[in-house]
């Protein structure tokens, strides 16, 4: 009898102790960025091509990495998808017409659009970007690492982030699943940026 006791009372203590070891260790998982806080300061690949280069308003040579804060913009919009998930494939059309709206309403200097392929190559980046006639960078996350820093979301996920005096990134809007209309979409990210 006393032996049963001990042995319940020292299972959770010792699933405790783990627990509390592992998140000493420095392998605590991180949660997606909320709106409100600041984005993460990761570094991101630089994308291929000049064309991609001067979109982002960035002076980096490709095989380099890039933090968003150093986009030449006022807010980065970053969707992590994935090429394997159907409802990345299927929002496609709303990103390109989401992209072709910030343009017609003279924000593409405001506004840049990066997508972040979760387990994906440069090679199956490449396949979706050419697939679905994607005109901004595509950055490859193959052993998914900045996935992992962004909390492992489910895709496809989307992070607004402010690009506020003084090199403060302030998350704006982050949410997992589709933008809905390209149109609201964009009229609630201005309201949000305070862009008007």
Same mark, same amino acid.
Request: positive net charge.
């Given at each position: 009898?006393?032996?049963?006791?001990? #042995?319940?009372?020292?299972?959770?203590? @010792?699933?405790?102790?783990?627990?509390?070891?592992?998140? #000493?260790?420095?392998?605590? %998982?991180?949660?997606?960025?909320?709106?409100? /806080?600041?984005?993460?300061?990761?570094?991101?690949?630089?994308? +291929?091509?000049? /064309?991609? @280069?001067?979109? @982002?308003?960035?002076?980096? +040579?490709? &095989?380099?990495?890039?933090?968003? #804060?150093?986009? +030449?913009?006022?807010?980065?919009?970053?969707?992590?998808? =994935?090429?394997?998930?159907?409802?990345?494939? *299927? /929002?496609?059309?709303?990103?390109?017409?989401?992209?072709?709206?910030?343009? /017609?309403?003279?924000?593409?200097?405001?506004?840049?659009?990066? #997508?972040? &392929?979760?387990? *994906?190559?440069?090679?199956? %980046? *490449?396949?979706?970007?050419?697939?679905?006639?994607?005109?901004?960078?595509?950055?490859?996350? =193959?052993? @998914?690492?900045?996935?992992?820093?962004?909390? +492992?979301?489910?895709?496809?996920?989307?992070?607004? %982030? =402010?690009?506020?005096?003084?090199?403060?990134?302030?998350?704006?809007?982050?949410?997992? &699943?589709?933008?809905?209309?390209? &149109?609201?979409?964009?009229?609630?990210?201005?309201?949000?940026?305070?862009?008007?």
């Amino acid at each position: 009898m006393i032996r049963g006791r001990v #042995g319940r009372g020292l299972a959770p203590a @010792l699933i405790l102790a783990g627990l509390l070891a592992l998140a #000493g260790s420095g392998m605590a %998982v991180a949660e997606p960025p909320q709106a409100g /806080e600041a984005f993460p300061d990761l570094k991101l690949p630089v994308p +291929k091509g000049k /064309e991609h @280069l001067d979109y @982002l308003g960035l002076g980096a +040579k490709p &095989g380099a990495t890039f933090k968003v #804060g150093q986009v +030449k913009a006022r807010v980065v919009i970053l969707e992590v998808f =994935s090429m394997y998930c159907p409802y990345c494939q *299927n /929002e496609a059309p709303a990103i390109n017409a989401l992209y072709d709206r910030i343009a /017609e309403r003279g924000l593409a200097d405001a506004i840049k659009l990066i #997508g972040l &392929g979760a387990g *994906n190559s440069p090679y199956e %980046v *490449n396949l979706f970007k050419g697939r679905f006639g994607i005109r901004f960078p595509l950055l490859p996350d =193959s052993d @998914l690492s900045l996935h992992t820093a962004l909390g +492992k979301v489910r895709t496809p996920y989307f992070i607004a %982030v =402010s690009l506020e005096p003084g090199g403060k990134q302030r998350v704006i809007y982050s949410r997992v &699943g589709t933008i809905g209309d390209p &149109g609201q979409f964009l009229d609630q990210i201005i309201e949000l940026a305070g862009l008007h």
